[in-house]
């Protein structure tokens, strides 16, 4: 049984098989050779339109410096408790001062599940603390006292003292793990 000569997208023409029927097959004529444009330049478009993001993402080369303050940046942001915003919050904050916004993101994962419940009790505690010189009442009657906008007061001034703490954190680890990667 003879194959068709008509080439598909991706394959090329084959010209060793007559397209319909044998060599004494005369009652049709042959066709035309199909030809298809190829989508290679699509393809490159979009490859070549996913790297510059990636590296426009990434804002250039990783140096200690540079993964230090990407590490700060996401550390702080992770404090802030806006959940749902932190990779709009890193990525909008990383691409105009050129830092790594991968690294900050995944120094923003601080307040995963697991830890975000302790990390917003500790800012309200040290919010409280800084705001009134006492520790945050957690009774009812005392929560009742103080109201949700003295928590959210409280949390607020806590973020920015606890986001600087995990920022300075965040950022001598990345510093020192960038050191030892750029060593090895």
Same mark, same amino acid.
């Given at each position: 049984?003879?194959?068709?000569?008509?080439?598909?997208?991706? @394959? @090329?023409?084959?010209?060793?098989?007559?397209?319909?029927?044998? %060599?004494?097959?005369?009652?049709?004529? /042959?066709?035309?050779?199909?030809?298809?444009?190829?989508?290679?330049?699509?393809?490159?478009?979009?490859?070549?339109?996913?790297?510059?993001?990636?590296?426009?993402?990434?804002?250039?080369?990783?140096?200690?410096?540079?993964?230090?303050?990407?590490?700060?940046?996401?550390?702080?942001?992770?404090?802030?408790?806006?959940?749902?915003?932190?990779?709009?919050?890193?990525?909008?904050?990383?691409?105009?001062?050129?830092?790594?916004?991968?690294?900050?993101?995944?120094? /923003?994962?601080?307040?995963?599940?697991?830890?975000?419940?302790?990390?917003?009790?500790? %800012?309200? @505690?040290?919010?409280?603390?800084?705001?009134?010189? @006492?520790?945050?009442?957690?009774?009812?009657?005392? /929560?009742?006292?103080?109201?949700?906008?003295?928590?959210?007061?409280?949390?607020?001034?806590?973020?920015?003292?606890?986001?600087?703490?995990?920022?300075?954190?965040?950022?001598?680890?990345?510093?020192?793990?960038?050191?030892?990667?750029?060593?090895?």
């Amino acid at each position: 049984m003879a194959r068709c000569a008509r080439a598909r997208p991706g @394959q @090329q023409e084959r010209r060793d098989v007559p397209a319909h029927g044998g %060599e004494h097959s005369s009652a049709v004529p /042959a066709a035309e050779p199909v030809t298809v444009p190829e989508r290679a330049p699509l393809r490159k478009r979009a490859s070549d339109l996913t790297k510059k993001g990636w590296t426009r993402l990434r804002g250039g080369e990783l140096t200690p410096r540079r993964s230090a303050a990407s590490a700060a940046l996401g550390g702080f942001i992770g404090c802030v408790p806006v959940f749902g915003l932190h990779l709009p919050l890193c990525v909008a904050l990383c691409l105009p001062l050129r830092l790594d916004a991968p690294v900050a993101y995944l120094f /923003a994962n601080v307040s995963n599940p697991l830890v975000a419940p302790w990390l917003v009790f500790a %800012e309200v @505690q040290v919010g409280a603390y800084l705001l009134t010189g @006492q520790p945050a009442p957690f009774d009812i009657d005392s /929560a009742r006292e103080v109201g949700v906008a003295g928590f959210v007061s409280f949390a607020a001034a806590g973020t920015v003292v606890v986001g600087a703490v995990v920022a300075a954190l965040s950022a001598a680890m990345a510093s020192g793990l960038t050191l030892l990667w750029k060593r090895r």
